[in-house]
Each structure stands twice: as C-alpha cells, then as structure tokens.
C-alpha cells in the first residue's frame, strides 16, 4: 500500500518553464490572432515575386481601373482590379508588404540601438547621466515627429535608405523610457551588486546582467515600434514626401487612389484596410508577448 | 513646491532652447538655403543679393544668434512666398488649428472616459471588450485612412457633413472626430487601469461600507483620484493634436497651420517652417511644463522626487 502511494505521488509532474510558456502563448487568442496575420502578411512579402499574378510596375493604359472581383464586372485576371495606370492592384499590395516590413524593422533596429543604449546607461548610473538622457529625451519628445520627418524628407529627398534613417533617428524616445525605467529597477537587485563584488566590468554587467532580464520589455517595445515605423511612413508617402513612386508603398497607393475614391472606394479601402491589419496584428503579438512573458498572477 | 517649480521651469527653458538650435540646424541639412530662398533660375548674382538679404553669408552661429533674439520679440522673419511676416500668417491660422485641437480633444474625452469607466466597473464583460476593441482599431487605422473613410460615409453617401475647408461649425466636425480618435486608446487606458486600481483600493471599501450610493462612490471618490494621471496625459496629447493634424488639416483642407506647414515644405519657405516647427514644439513644452506642476499640486509625493 504504501509503495503504491508513493509511486502515484511520483508520477505528479509538474510542467517545466517551456511547458507554462507554450501553454500561455497557445492560449493567448490575441497573440494567436496577431502571429497567423502577421506569418501570413510576412509570408506575402517573401514570396513576392513567386505569387504575384503580374509584375507590379507593369502598367497597361487600355486596363485602367478594372474593378475588383466582387464587382459584376469584375475579372479573375485582377482579382483586386487594377489602377489608373492599369497596374495590377494586387500585385502592388504583395509588394507593398515587403516595403512597409523593410522600413519598419531597419528603422526599429536604429531606433532601438539609440534608444537601449540612451536607456540602459540613464537607468543604470543614474544622477547625472540620468539627467542627461531624461533632458535629451524631453527634448526629442517636444519636436513633431510629423513635422520634423516630412521637412527633412522633403529637403534631402525621399527615397527608401532616408525613410529609413530618418524614422529611426526620431523614434526611439519609447525604448529609451521603457529601458531606463526597467533598468532603474534591476540596479539595486542582488545579482548585480554579486557581479558587482567579483569584479565584473560595468560593460560584462551591462551586457550579461542587466540586458538579458530587460529582455521581455525589450521585444514588447521593439513590436510596437516597427507598427509605429510602418504608420509614419505610410502617412509620409501619403502626403508625397516618402516612398517616392512608382515603388508600391501601402501609403503611397491611398494617396494616389485619393482622386478616384469618390466613384471607387476599393482603391484606397483595399491598401487601407491591409495596413490597418498589418499595425493591428503586429500590436496583437506585441501586447500578447507582455502578457505572456509577465510574471504569474500579473497580465 | 516653490523649488520643484523652478526645477521644472529650468528644464523647460533649457528644452526650448535646444530644440530651437536643432531646428534652426535641421533645415540648413538641405545645403544652401540661399539657392532654395532664390527659386530655381535664379542667377549667381541674384542668389548672392539672397544671401546678403536674408544674413546667410555670416556665420552660422550668428544667423542663429539672430534669429533667435528676433523670434523671442515674435519676429519670425519674412515668408518668401507670402512676402510678408510669417508670424502674420501664423497668427491668423493659429485659431482655426486651436479649434480643431480643442474639439478633438473634447471628442475624445467624451468618448474615451465613459469607456473605461464603464470597463472598469464591469472588467471582462461585453462593455469591456467593445471598449477594448475601440482601443485596439484606434491604435491600429492610421488616421488619414480613418479621414477618408469618414469623408466617404458622411460626406459622400450619406452626405450629412460638408468634408473640406473651415467655415462654420460644421466643417469641424469629421476632423475632429478623425484627429480626436486618435488619442482615445491611450486616455481610455489610463482612465480603465486608474479607475481599477483605485477601487480595489481601502478607502472605497469603507466608503460602501459607510452606505454611501454606488453612484457617489464611483464618481465623488474613485473618478476623482483616477481622473489625475489623464488630466496630465491630455495636455500631451493635445500636443500631440497639433503636431498630427498636420495631415488631418490636410486631408479636410482645413486652413490651419498644419496646412500651413504641409504648403510650406512642399515650396521650401524655410522661415515658415522653421517658425512653425518652432510653435508646435514650445506649445508641447508649455503643455508639459504646466501638467507636470498640476501633477504636482494635485498629488504631494511628486514634488519631493
């Protein structure tokens, strides 16, 4: 009897750290929702070339404006009708995916480098470094972003590699906060003071203490920066001062279908509603990974 | 109080000054602003009567020390395209971009306080997730596609509002709504997370246990308190407003300033821009100095920090 007792008392497990992540993340339905969007807009873009039905730039002035299938007179041919240039409307938005994507991970990844490095070394030296970066951030976070980006964009040219070095260069204030506050907290913990005791140097602890438990916040930020990236450059091609033509910004297609929108809304619904379902999945998974990753009984 | 004043006030002059510099810095990026004041077939010679006109042949340094003496008296210097003073021009569209901000503003604390008050006393029910939904399509839509989505229902189908220019009343109202639906999510989640966290708090337990009204308990007691971090978030936000309704003005034709600077980059009028860029920023600046001592008087613990 009492083996046996302790033999059913061995067989409870209980589930390894993988297992409670795996579980949470599969039953996070916002997470869920946001990755499937999100794997399949992303699968879009790389495959671009492979499932577009005709070449985006191709233009055909004798197909101009073809209305999209669910239309009586629309074709098969243009599943998503074509623009007034004739070009085929989905093909554009296949390779619209790659150039909001593109532009919304580089500029994440230059904002991030300024903004974790900015955040890391306020939260952790604090007093007057911390003084410093807080002045630089107010200061970032008085200029218009809007503002700022289309007057520089439009003295030096837009193009992609400008986008792209402008945005990052003006949106990293949330990294900076987020990572100066969290590394606040981690300063007076003991495994860093432990480091500390055996001599590690400030960079070994940045590197190995301090930046692997921000981690979590870190991936939540950087989510919800790429849709910040995306949006700005989509309202930047809209008002003619982004993306430049006749590449197929998401943006850019809404400011050119704007003449013809009166008599056929397909032309800036479409783009528009693909851009709002790429920004909401991608702010889907970036609340999801923070209410997953936070710690028991907090979401 | 009074130190943690000057504290704040000395930031504020210190950020003003800065970003003024960066400014000033940023729209010289494009090369010679002489070439682009001068227009495009200009002669050399032409180019250099430009540039002795406007001081560009001093150094920059000095061109700064200049500018900025003259715009804190308010002189902006003169639009090339207007050729008149920029602060002219700016005065007279400053109010129309103030009353847009305004109703925006109003638009989105009539729709985003209810809200998450409602989700907070019923968290996890249908008014919950109806108001998290809001949130989530507020954040997601970018709001020149919202604006033309509104322009083509109201405007257009429906025809029930007018959908371009700023005459009456009217014309404001599809703007608002599409500049003010843009700042919902983040007020209707401070207003949600802040109503929860006060009433889980003692003193609305002893407060329902005295037997006051649910309704006196909700709004004297819990609003109150919860209400103090939006009221500091909105003046960010209304900072915020008048930097992005640079693209709702745009897209409604409204004649404001954001308009104004939209016009003014698309034609290079440098003075414009610079004094614009300028405004919005110390607008953010004042905003934020002022919330932060609201802050501060309203809850004590701040001002020692």
Avoid at chain 1, 240 to 245: D, L, N, R
Wanted: aromatic residues 10%; positive net charge; contains cysteine.
């Amino acid at each position: 009897m009492v083996e046996k007792a302790i033999g059913e008392i061995k067989e409870i497990e209980f589930p390894s750290p993988g297992q409670i992540l795996r579980q949470r993340t599969v039953s996070h339905k916002g997470f869920m929702i946001g990755a499937i969007v999100l794997i399949l807009i992303f699968t879009m873009a790389l495959l671009a070339p492979v499932i577009s039905p005709h070449d985006p730039y191709h233009q055909d002035l004798s197909k101009r404006m073809i209305n999209p299938i669910w239309h009586a007179d629309g074709t098969w041919k243009h599943p998503l009708g074509t623009d007034n240039l004739g070009r085929d409307y989905l093909s554009r938005l296949i390779y619209g995916a790659r150039i909001s994507l593109f532009i919304g991970v580089s500029a994440m990844v230059i904002s991030g480098i300024i903004g974790i490095f900015l955040g890391v070394i306020a939260g952790y030296f604090g007093g007057r470094v911390d003084m410093f970066v807080s002045f630089v951030i107010t200061t970032r976070l008085s200029m218009p972003v809007v503002l700022v980006a289309l007057a520089v964009v439009a003295l030096i040219g837009g193009s992609l590699n400008v986008i792209i070095w402008v945005l990052g260069l003006l949106i990293w204030d949330r990294f900076a906060v987020v990572m100066r506050s969290s590394t606040q907290q981690l300063r007076s913990i003991d495994y860093v003071y432990a480091a500390k005791a055996i001599g590690c140097s400030t960079t070994r602890i940045l590197l190995t203490e301090v930046m692997p438990n921000i981690l979590n916040n870190l991936i939540v930020v950087a989510t919800l920066e790429i849709a910040h990236a995306i949006l700005l450059e989509a309202a930047l091609s809209f008002l003619g001062m982004g993306v430049q033509p006749p590449l197929p910004s998401w943006g850019l297609m809404i400011s050119e279908g704007r003449e013809f929108m009166l008599f056929s809304p397909w032309i800036i619904t479409i783009p528009g509603v693909v851009l709002s379902l790429l920004i909401l999945s991608i702010n889907l998974m970036g609340d999801g990974i923070r209410d997953i990753t936070a710690p028991e009984g907090r979401s | 109080m009074f130190y943690y004043t000057l504290k704040r006030l000395s930031l504020a002059i210190l950020v003003a000054i800065t970003v003024s510099l960066l400014t000033f810095m940023l729209l010289r990026l494009s090369g010679d602003p002489a070439i682009a004041l001068a227009g495009e077939n200009a002669t050399p010679e032409e180019i250099e009567v430009v540039r002795h006109q406007y001081g560009l042949d001093r150094h920059i340094i000095i061109q700064y020390a200049n500018w900025a003496r003259k715009a804190l008296r308010g002189d902006f210097g003169v639009s090339p395209y207007f050729n008149q003073p920029v602060e002219n021009i700016i005065g007279g569209r400053l109010g129309i971009t103030m009353t847009l901000g305004g109703c925006a503003l109003v638009f989105a604390i009539c729709l985003a306080v209810p809200m998450g008050v409602l989700a907070a006393i019923r968290p996890n029910t249908w008014i919950d997730r109806v108001a998290l939904t809001i949130s989530v399509i507020g954040q997601a839509m970018p709001s020149f596609f919202f604006g033309l989505i509104l322009i083509i229902v109201f405007g257009v189908i429906l025809r029930w509002l007018p959908i371009s220019g700023s005459s009456t009343w009217r014309h404001f109202i599809l703007p608002a709504i599409a500049l003010g639906y843009y700042a919902t999510p983040a007020i209707m989640r401070l207003t949600r997370s802040g109503m929860l966290e006060v009433l889980a708090s003692d003193y609305i337990r002893t407060a329902r246990a005295k037997g006051l009204k649910h309704g006196v308990v909700l709004f004297k007691h819990a609003l109150r308190n919860a209400i103090i971090p939006v009221v500091s978030l909105l003046a960010v936000q209304f900072g915020f407003m008048l930097g992005g309704s640079l693209v709702i003005e745009t897209i409604f034709a409204i004649n404001g300033v954001g308009f104004l600077g939209y016009e003014s980059i698309s034609r290079t009028d440098l003075p414009m821009v610079q004094a614009i860029v300028l405004l919005v920023s110390m607008f953010y600046v004042v905003l934020t100095f002022f919330s932060d001592l609201l802050n501060a008087f309203l809850d004590p613990r701040i001002r020692v920090a």
